[in-house]
């Protein structure tokens, strides 16, 4: 649990200071089977990613058009294309809502932050599920802000989505 903490705690600082690999992120968008694909009104965006093993993959995507005038909801997810498993994140902007599913097998931390007068606030960070949970966080947030979400699997690496808005 502690190594897991860790490598969310280093993923988070990472994401605040880089950008990721979007063409790795495209390469993985296109081997996606369809059991976990993303929306056909969403856009695949750049994601920051940890190094992950042989097998895994991450993918995230934004939805421009969500409902909520102004709101950008979107993904981080994190899959195993051959298992047909994920670790995924989802935020829903019109209500502010997070969605997060583990179907991976592996534990699953997931965290979520906005921005606020020039740096990052926490919704929450560290939330754990089992290898076969799912869980649903609302939050309340001001209109128009910056979100970020990320979805880590134990031993398996990270993938954050920093393209949200509220």
Known sequence: MRALRSQAATAAA???????????????????????????????????????????????????????????????????????????????AKGENFHLRNSTGYAAIFSAWYYRDGQWYQFFEGVRLGGHDTQTINKSLSENRRVSIQACVQGRGCVSNDDLRS
């Open 14 to 92: 990472r994401r605040r200071t880089t950008r990721g690999l979007g063409f790795a992120a495209l390469a993985a968008a296109a081997a996606i089977p369809l059991s976990v694909a993303t929306p056909a009104h969403a856009d695949i965006v750049t994601c920051d990613r940890d190094t992950t093993p042989q097998g895994w993959h991450s993918v995230c995507s934004r939805e421009p058009e969500d409902g909520d005038p102004g709101g950008v909801s979107g993904t981080a997810k994190h899959y195993h294309v051959a298992a047909g498993s994920r670790a995924q994140n989802y935020f829903k």
